[in-house]
């Protein structure tokens, strides 16, 4: 899946995203505060409508208005816009919203998707076609590509939604081994990549299954971390008591030159855990995935901005979502790539790095141009 373009209105807070578009590999650029963090909770948002979940939803879709364009194939072009009611939400305090909320969640006054330019649903407060047939009766709160998922031309779209995540280098507990049933062998790299398993537990996988990619890894860890001389995953059968049966438990181990022994997974640093992860990561996620990273500097040191930049290139068929404002990673990304992120009161507003005159030579000297062009430190402006 490939977002192509978005536009973004939360009626209630005022918030607005002008008509974006995105390319494979995005690095949206900017000031503190001028948005870019929201427009990556924009592209949330959509995920939500999808897949609605009880906490919170009334104040995330709560007069929201989208017009998103993407692609899951190179001859399937989607464009799916609507828009929800505006309801008061103190009349629902944070409390009171649960499962049982279904009926007082804010209906959606409009919804439209097209496929390659022909409309093949569309619904309002009273109806929903699908196809230019009429449905039965339906949630006003759910969407259409939720109502109708299980139909053949709406399913698709709804598992590359699915294909839409958050890096999880920032949670500590997706370094954790867990217990895995037997066997463990035999699975492919496309099996590996699909498993809502830890990272740690992915990297066992593919060191039993696929070596030469854990290999791979394994050399990317090196190159940042040059005193490492090795990478490993050690297993322990351990028989929990809730069962009768033995599972292996995995955890990461490093040997380093001139150390004597190994260094157990407790006591690795936390920039080597984590620029591990992102390796591990980019190789793992399935074909077709949006991956979306906040802050990049926040999750890995500088040293290790090279070889992650290096495999941006790599996965052509990811699509890569990044903010930053780190004069080193920015200046590691392509100017090509380079989003600059502007705002206008609530209106944000994304150029294209391209579509600036004043831009061009090396690298560095594009980089020097960026922060003193006045879109980048003028960012903000006030109504």
Partial sequence: MKIEKLSFHNHVTGWQLAPTEFDSVNLLVGISGVGKTQILEAIRSLQKIIFWSAFNTIYILNGVEWDVTFSIAPDAH?????????????????????????????????????????????????????????????????????????????????????????????????????????????????????????????????????????????SGLIEVFPQIQDLAISRQDTRFSFSEEVSPVFSLRLKEFSVDGWITQSVISTGMLKTLAHITEIYLLPEGSVLLIDEFENSLGVNCVDIISELLNQRRDIQFILTSHHPYIINKILMKYWKIVTRKGSLVTVHKATDYEALSGSKHKAFTQLINLPDYTKGIQVG
């Fill in 78 to 218: 989607y464009h799916w816009q609507g828009i929800f009611s505006t309801v008061d939400s103190n009349q629902y305090p944070a409390k009171e919203i649960d499962q049982t909320m279904d009926g007082r969640r804010p209906p959606i006054e409009m919804e439209e998707l097209y496929l390659n330019d022909k409309l093949i649903v569309s619904r309002d407060k009273n109806s929903l076609e699908f196809n230019g047939n009429a449905m039965p009766k339906f949630s006003p709160a759910d969407s259409l590509i939720s109502i109708l998922r299980f139909e053949d031309e709406i399913s698709t779209i709804f598992k590359a939604w699915q294909l839409i995540t958050d890096s999880q280098v920032q949670k500590p507990e997706r370094f954790t081994g867990s217990s895995m049933p037997n066997p463990v062998e035999g699975l492919s790299l496309s099996k590996i990549r699909n498993q809502n398993i830890t990272l740690v537990d992915r990297l066992a996988l593919l060191q039993i299954n696929h070596q030469k990619i854990f290999e791979q890894i394994k």
